[in-house]
């Protein structure tokens, strides 16, 4: 058997929507995109959805909407996958590496309250592998200390906090849609938020600071003369991909649903495995299950590395845990040295298991048994 770490739901039904979406001629950030962003609102609850090429550039442009440029500094978790911490440089800015809690491996409001100084403008919390982090404690600090507070939702869709969807919290909430992420659009983002102004200014620049929008140009029965009123970007959204995302939100609740029964079906199985911890998902949280992570504790009869081994050998790919950020060449280049235990320990000693719609009983089963048996159990 071969198993892969993830794969993303699609079938006929989004190839048909991308095929009729070509035949209409409109291709890029047109009636379909528009679509998508009003349901998309719909969906998590929040005022406005800017739909945009990705989720770097979707917090890339939130950065810069909130003023963050060179001299400031922004708090990031290091563990999370790169493109957080990029995002900060490609704003002109200087990422600060903060830690995560151990039981969440969610970033820890008590060290970004450590990490603040005179330069910090904003914080990007991480709602890692799509378990919501402690929003409102974030909050509560951010607003004392008069910063903005970014969501990186790129692994959260659908996911939720305190009974809302993710999405319908902050100003700025940015998700995914690349295939590794629960739903997708091939690549694909977007930013909810629940100010108008904002809207508006993440719409002017993802469009080369263009004033009026093609949609709204073409539909006119009056002729319109644009204006570039700032230096934008090219951050659309094609209209193919929000074809296909429509048709990904349709099943999205479906999607968690399944990805929940197999998360339980691995949590009910491993319970009694002393050597290892696993998921821990807090009260007033909902997670989507993007990934399923599993600690190796130091009394486990085989290494983390060796585990990984021993699983692709039988035809089970797994991934290392979260990265961190601040050990890569990228930031260690920059002269970053930081010491930060528990991201580190965690990144080194965690393994992430496939999980994915549709997994056949026979498949989750065969990763069950294997995992166990290498564990000696
Ligand atoms: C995947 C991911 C991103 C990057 O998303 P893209 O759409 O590939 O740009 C950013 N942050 C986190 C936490 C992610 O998991």
Redesign the pocket.
């Known amino acids: 058997m071969k198993i892969p770490i993830a794969k993303p739901f699609l079938n006929e039904a989004e190839a048909q929507l991308a095929y009729d979406t070509i035949l209409t001629n409109w291709v890029t950030q047109g009636p379909q995109v528009a679509a998508f962003e009003e349901e998309f609102a719909a969906y998590t609850g929040a005022k406005y959805a800017i739909a945009v090429s990705?989720?770097?550039t979707a917090?890339h442009l939130s950065l810069v909407v909130a003023g963050v440029g060179p001299g400031d500094e922004v708090i990031v978790p290091s563990m999370?996958?790169i493109?957080?911490a990029n995002c900060v440089i490609h704003a002109g800015a200087t990422p600060v590496f903060a830690e995560v809690c151990r039981e969440s491996y969610n970033i820890d409001p008590a060290d970004v309250r450590r990490k603040i100084t005179s330069k910090t403008k904003a914080v990007i919390g991480?709602h890692?592998i799509g378990l919501p982090f402690k929003i409102n404690e974030v909050r509560a600090i951010c607003d004392e200390h008069q910063l903005v507070l970014i969501e990186?939702a790129?692994?959260a869709a659908g996911s939720s906090y305190n009974n809302r969807k993710i999405g319908s919290h902050s100003d700025y909430v940015c998700f995914?849609f690349?295939p590794?992420?629960v739903i997708t659009t091939g690549?694909g983002?977007m930013i909810t938020t629940q100010n108008e102004k904002i809207a508006q200014r993440l719409k002017l620049l993802r469009q080369h600071g263009m004033s009026v929008n093609d949609r709204v140009r073409h539909l006119s029965q009056t002729v319109i003369m644009e204006e570039h009123v700032e230096v934008g970007y090219n951050y659309r959204l094609t209209d193919i991909q929000a074809a296909v995302g429509r048709e990904q939100l349709k099943k999205l609740d479906w999607i968690i649903e399944e990805r929940t029964k197999i998360a339980n079906q691995y949590l009910q199985s491993f319970k009694d495995i002393d050597c290892i911890e696993l998921p821990h998902v807090p009260e007033h949280v909902m997670t989507n299950w993007q990934s399923f992570s599993i600690y190796i504790k130091g009394n486990s009869p085989i290494s983390r590395n060796d585990l990984m081994q021993r699983l692709l050998d039988v035809g089970i790919a797994t991934r290392r845990g979260v990265m961190t950020s601040h050990r890569e060449h990228a930031f260690t280049s920059l002269g970053y040295n930081n010491s930060l235990p528990i991201s580190e320990d965690a990144c080194d000693q965690s393994i992430i298991l496939p999980l994915f719609v549709p997994m056949s009983q026979e498949e989750i089963g065969y990763v069950i048994s294997h995992f166990k048996s290498l564990l000696r159990h």
Do not use: M
Request: proline fraction near 0%.
């Open positions: 990705n989720c770097t917090l999370s996958y493109a957080t991480v890692q990186d790129a692994c995914s690349h590794r992420k690549d983002g």
